[in-house]
């Protein structure tokens, strides 16, 4: 962020009235946090903000302040449109237009610099992260839904201040947030802890049934247990996130049972694997620590499949 | 921490060579973390120190430096005897015999100020935290095993810096620690993150057969589950930190069937409940929101008593 363009943004929202705010689909809390970080920042200095998010608010962000004020579609002109948190102009949902970018912030490494000026700092844990220091150089108050926006999004990219990128700085601006009136323990706890009833009675056949070999590690979750537990999504439940924290296991391979007679895979592994390249055999994809296929197949027959390809993985690198 | 007593605590380590510090019986991260913090912090300057825990390091604190230096008993004498994380002289296990202790630093509202000096601030959210202040303002360098030590024991005791009692200095004094070499990311993984496979299996029956009645949630893990999934502990297997992120319940009850014929409950409730004064009445205790009993019986007959007790705590309250 050394090179910030701050005058080139302050002279941006010197100009406009109405302003347009985006993230992207399939919104996380980094998305939510900064969108409304920005967009809340942006009322209080008396711009008229239309905050868009293509795919909605997701439910456990709803109890954040001014999440009601946003919308899934564009309607209209503005003086200025801003993304946040998104790597490329797909990524808001193709609800953009022609409208071009005028402004893009983000934190993402892959950004294709499409606004015509860009805030990147691939350095920072979050897009919120940089929201916290740019507004308040840009004159913006951090008031106490800012702050709670914000801190919502740092806490949600970084799992709770626990992934490898984290810094003494993004600690240090989580202390700033909440003096400024975030209260840490209750947006940690809306935005990371809580799990519905039905998502962890899901996971208890799946774990009874969890099996090991060596240092790989694999469960199914079937449609029956699904129906057991009247969980109401074809996902995994966040039973990946489990099956991640269980100690002296390289690969982790969870199936589940779809109602299409598909079977959704997804490998999560320790550094040293690459996963994606299973994936990628599979017709799925994904990064070396975190890949996802969706197979056609019983649940029998894509195990053993999936199995014997992760399992030549897991012995090639064994023996390198 | 206003009235610290730096310069008698300065006085007292100035005419100590041999140290003997101590922390509690059933020893968490701050326990660890702090004994540590201060003996390692000790040794760098120069002090034969003795560090013990009557129960030993648990596992999941063994990566920490210096962790096999700690003994489970006291033997000869000492010029300084300090308690760190002991809110009462019988935390330590009893393993001091008639020596009395010189210094006491600790972090509990409850805290007997049984040392000669006692530098208790119960504003903090961790003794590793009171020391990662006071160790630099005595002159002892926080180097990296010390540095990592604390952060330890301050992950630990925030479970990942989300407890009530979080403040932004906690978080500032994270952010130092980290400066002086200690890497969050890995500390708060081995501290907070990791589960055995045994456990997680042994979650799996338990959670399949767990129940909701309005917003109370129960369910027991059985010997027999124990027995299926190798689990070798009698306790819960944290299976409790799971139960209390389950969102819209207000009060989790879990029991765990044990082979002297009876039943360990416990109880977890969100504020405005007191579930201590039902774990009172089956002859336990604890506090309003987390309390803990040892029922003979059945696990049937204690599952149907203690449910209808529990339940009736739920309705008062909702009344009220």
């Known amino acids: 962020m050394k090179d910030a363009p701050f005058s080139s943004i302050r002279g941006l929202l010197q100009n406009a009235q109405t302003v347009l705010v985006l993230s992207h689909i399939r919104p996380d809390g980094d998305a939510v946090g900064s969108l409304l970080g920005l967009g809340l920042a942006l009322q209080h200095a008396g711009k008229e903000v239309t905050m868009v998010l293509a795919d909605g608010v997701p439910s456990n962000?709803?109890?954040?302040?001014?999440?009601?004020?946003?919308?899934?579609?564009?309607?209209?002109?503005?003086?200025?449109?801003?993304?946040?948190?998104?790597?490329?102009?797909?990524?808001?949902?193709?609800?953009?237009?022609?409208?071009?970018?005028?402004?893009?912030?983000?934190?993402?490494?892959?950004?294709?610099?499409?606004?015509?000026?860009?805030?990147?700092?691939?350095?920072?844990?979050?897009?919120?992260?940089?929201?916290?220091?740019?507004?308040?150089?840009?004159?913006?108050?951090?008031?106490?839904?800012?702050?709670?926006?914000?801190?919502?999004?740092?806490?949600?990219?970084?799992?709770?201040?626990?992934?490898?990128?984290?810094?003494?700085?993004?600690?240090?601006?989580?202390?700033?947030?909440?003096?400024?009136?975030?209260?840490l323990p209750e947006l940690y706890h809306q935005a990371l802890v809580q799990r519905s009833y039905n998502a962890v009675r899901y996971w208890g056949q799946a774990l009874t049934r969890l099996q090991k070999k060596d240092r790989l590690i694999w469960t199914a979750l079937t449609l029956e247990d699904r129906r057991a537990a009247s969980y109401p999504g074809n996902d995994d439940a966040d039973l990946n996130h489990i099956l991640s924290t269980i100690e002296a296991v390289d690969i982790a391979v969870l199936f589940v049972e779809q109602n299409n007679g598909h079977v959704k895979v997804s490998w999560r592994a320790q550094p040293g694997y690459d996963v994606s390249q299973i994936a990628l055999k599979f017709g799925g994809g994904g990064h070396p620590a975190a890949s996802g296929a969706d197979i056609p197949g019983s649940l029998e027959t894509v195990q053993n499949q999936v199995l014997e390809a992760t399992w030549s993985v897991l012995t090639a690198n064994n023996g390198s």
């Open 61 to 183: 962000f709803r109890h954040l302040t001014g999440s009601n004020q946003i919308v899934r579609r564009v309607n209209g002109n503005f003086d200025l449109t801003a993304t946040v948190d998104c790597s490329d102009i797909a990524r808001t949902g193709n609800v953009l237009g022609e409208r071009p970018v005028d402004l893009n912030i983000d934190h993402h490494i892959t950004n294709q610099n499409f606004g015509k000026v860009n805030l990147v700092d691939s350095a920072a844990v979050a897009t919120s992260a940089i929201l916290a220091e740019v507004l308040p150089a840009l004159g913006l108050p951090l008031n106490r839904p800012v702050a709670e926006a914000l801190l919502t999004g740092l806490v949600s990219d970084t799992i709770g201040f626990r992934t490898s990128n984290m810094t003494p700085d993004a600690l240090r601006i989580a202390a700033k947030l909440m003096e400024h009136g975030a209260n």
